[in-house]
């Protein structure tokens, strides 16, 4: 199976919360990274955590981490059009250079 | 500070073509990356370098090949291109750890 599984859709209201999941299997992992994507661009980090952290908070955005279940979450508060992007999940830990395994990608959709 | 820069944009190429893409970047960053993203498949590792004269192959390398030219720059080459690599290639470069950043990708159409 997949080392990082995300689910493929997300669409929520403006304003409202989003909730993008992530599950992993690696119990080494490391760091375990949120990528965005906008259309056309590159992928851009939004933010990581180590391991040994339970959650990360910045600004709009909380990430927890459920290490027992092997399960990582992104939560963006008051989500604007300018949220809708495709999002990343990946992990990494020390394999020669830390490369990260990326998820296949969660696209948030944010209508009014 | 350009970050990763990556030409050409877009390209197309007929079956058995050959072409090079190109990344630099300006960051002093000892690792690059290049990546293939499919609709549906996220990103896949075609090669990397950990650090300048060392490339490995990575996920997908079948068909590519890579020259690390100097620490800045991280060549990707399709000797012979198939209708499969249609893809979007994205470069990336990290000091090694934590946060990689990615160049704006190319989009390569393979007929």
């Known amino acids: 199976g997949e080392d990082v599984e995300q689910s493929l859709f997300l669409s929520v209201r403006e304003g409202d919360s989003s909730v993008i999941n992530c599950t992993y299997t690696d119990s080494s992992s490391t760091y375990l990274y949120w990528y965005k994507q906008e259309p056309g661009a590159g992928l851009q980090l939004l933010t990581y955590i180590f391991s040994n952290m339970d959650m990360k908070q910045d600004q709009r955005l909380t990430v927890l981490l459920n290490k027992k279940d092997k399960h990582l979450s992104l939560r963006i508060a008051d989500t604007q059009t300018g949220d809708s992007a495709i999002y990343f999940c990946a992990e990494s830990w020390e394999r020669g250079s830390y490369i990260p395994t990326f998820g296949r990608g969660t696209s948030l959709i944010v209508h009014p | 500070n350009a970050g990763v820069t990556q030409t050409p944009k877009f390209q197309v190429l007929k079956t058995g073509q050959s072409m090079t893409l190109q990344c630099a970047q300006d960051?002093?960053?000892?690792?690059m990356y290049w990546y293939r993203q499919d609709p549906g498949m996220g990103l896949r590792l075609i090669y990397y370098?950990?650090?300048?004269?060392?490339?490995d192959k990575g996920e997908v390398p079948n068909g590519y090949n890579v020259s690390r030219l100097n620490k800045r720059e991280f060549s990707l080459r399709l000797e012979s291109a198939a209708p499969s690599q249609t893809s979007v290639y994205f470069c990336a470069s990290n000091t090694g750890l934590y946060e990689q950043y990615f160049g704006p990708g190319t989009r390569l159409t393979v007929t």
């Open positions: 960051m002093n960053h000892n690792s």
């Open positions: 370098s950990a650090s300048e004269g060392t490339t």
